[in-house]
């Protein structure tokens, strides 16, 4: 059956060092992939979307990968802040002509000053 | 630009009783989709609208759900009758073409069963 993981549910990360999070998926063919932030009490936010013929997409001080061989995404924070404290939700499309999201569960993210 | 417009933000029900929720997706917005997030998980699709058209309805618990977008605007998801498990957060979302376009969501309504 088709899963997506996301690497483990909180992640604690010193102020100023860069965050990696990990979407792994499997029996999935994503014609793309998207990161979303979503804070407490409130709906998702989108930050990317990489295609599956793009290795690497950036924007301000984030930065997606996307590997279809290895069917996994990672999506990295530089310069990590208290603000940017968050979950963050993996989502790719669904395929097969719908084009709804299938979402991960989150990483729930810590910055600690 | 104003976002997606949803109501109520909370409700508490009993068991068996119905409810709706309201969505107002961003003007010229063509898609609009009801996601289900229950506590711990990520959002989970339940139906998804093409203007006013269903494009896919394969998650949507047909037997107490039901979904409608008259006009190809505002939307409204009922559940009746409702069940414990029903309990979680009912997010709209809106994006101008596809899911390839941003999607853009509300804030969402929290449904407590009881």
């Known amino acids: 059956s088709q899963k997506i993981e996301q690497n483990s549910e909180a992640l604690n990360i010193q102020e100023g060092k860069t965050a990696t999070l990990t979407c792994n998926y499997t029996?999935?063919?994503?014609?793309?992939l998207q990161w979303y932030r979503q804070d407490p009490g409130r709906g998702p936010v989108f930050l990317l979307l990489?295609?599956?013929?793009?290795k690497e997409k950036r924007k301000e001080r984030l930065k997606v990968t996307f590997d279809t061989t290895l069917k996994q995404s990672l999506f990295h924070i530089t310069a990590s802040q208290p603000a940017d404290s968050a979950t963050y939700l993996c989502?790719?499309?669904?395929?097969?002509?719908?084009?709804?999201?299938?979402f991960g569960k989150g990483t729930h993210l810590i910055i600690q000053p | 630009e104003a976002g997606v417009a949803q109501s109520p933000r909370y409700k508490i029900i009993e068991k068996r009783q119905s409810v709706a929720f309201w969505c107002n997706p961003i003007?010229?917005?063509?898609?609009l989709y009801w996601y289900q997030q229950i506590l711990g998980q990520g959002p989970k699709l339940l139906i998804q609208f093409q203007n006013n058209g269903v494009v896919d309805d394969s998650q949507l618990p047909k037997d107490r759900f039901s979904a409608e977008r008259l006009k190809g605007v505002d939307s409204t998801l009922k559940i009746q009758p409702a069940k414990l498990e029903d309990s979680a957060v009912y997010l709209c979302?809106?994006?101008?073409?596809?899911?390839?376009?941003?999607?853009?969501f509300g804030q969402g309504t929290r449904l407590t069963v009881v």
């Open positions: 990489i295609r599956e013929n793009e």
């Open positions: 029996n999935y063919s994503p014609a793309y």
């Open positions: 979302a809106s994006t101008l073409r596809d899911s390839l376009s941003q999607a853009f």
């Open positions: 989502a790719l499309d669904k395929g097969g002509g719908a084009d709804g999201l299938t």
């Open positions: 003007s010229g917005h063509a898609t």
